[in-house]
């Protein structure tokens, strides 16, 4: 399957085809080598007003850690504290998904339709560690699937 970008500016841009799925992590791999170099970065923020921030590294994440993530609906949220460090879950979809689970600890909305597949990552001198990709939640509740995993299972590790 062939991965866009979403609607900006009247067009969207390839991002590259999807080479390996995991229902469990509900993660896909995209080999990006026909659209440009990939780097470990991350576009925090909403569309027409984002950043562009280096990813380090991936750590799991534990009970009591506090983390952000980074969705299309909602930008940039922190202040989201681990409060189960591991569980699975039935998705929407009806398919079992294993991760985290935290909450969003000052009084905001965890996550948004729409911010599924977005990076959870931890920041600590302004630099970011990739936790894992954001895949449910609601209210202040919010479940993410661990990078640590995903990268094992699909034999990657962050870009160079």
């Known amino acids: 399957m062939t991965?866009?970008?979403?609607?900006?500016g009247g067009g969207r841009n390839k991002?590259?085809?999807t080479t390996?799925?995991?229902?469990?992590?509900d993660a896909?791999?995209?080999d990006t080598s026909s659209t440009g170099t990939t780097a470990s970065r991350?576009?925090?923020?909403?569309?027409?007003?984002?950043?562009?921030?280096?990813?380090?590294?991936?750590?799991?994440?534990y009970a009591g850690d506090w983390v952000c993530h980074t969705g299309y609906v909602?930008?940039?949220?922190?202040?989201?504290?681990?409060?189960?460090?591991?569980?699975?879950?039935?998705?929407?979809?009806?398919?079992?998904?294993?991760?985290v689970e935290g909450q969003q600890?000052?009084?905001?909305?965890?996550?948004?339709g729409g911010d599924s597949g977005g990076l959870v990552f931890n920041v600590s001198a302004n630099v970011r560690q990739a936790r894992g990709?954001?895949?449910?939640?609601?209210?202040?509740?919010?479940r993410w699937t661990e990078a640590p995993a995903i990268f094992n299972i699909f034999g990657m590790s962050l870009a160079p």
Not at 3 to 8: I, L, Q, R, S
Not at 74 to 99: A, D, M, P, Y
Request: charged residues 10%; aromatic residues 10%.
């Open 15 to 17: 991002i590259g085809v």
């Open 42 to 61: 991350t576009w925090d923020g909403k569309p027409g007003n984002y950043t562009v921030n280096d990813v380090t590294s991936s750590a799991l994440s």
């Open 105 to 112: 600890r000052d009084g905001l909305q965890a996550v948004r």
């Open 20 to 25: 390996t799925r995991s229902d469990y992590y």
């Open 74 to 99: 909602s930008g940039v949220v922190c202040g989201v504290q681990v409060t189960k460090s591991w569980l699975t879950w039935v998705g929407s979809n009806g398919i079992t998904h294993g991760g």
């Open 3 to 8: 991965v866009y970008t979403g609607w900006e």
């Open 133 to 142: 990709i954001a895949s449910a939640g609601n209210g202040t509740m919010m």
């Open 28 to 30: 896909v791999a995209i």
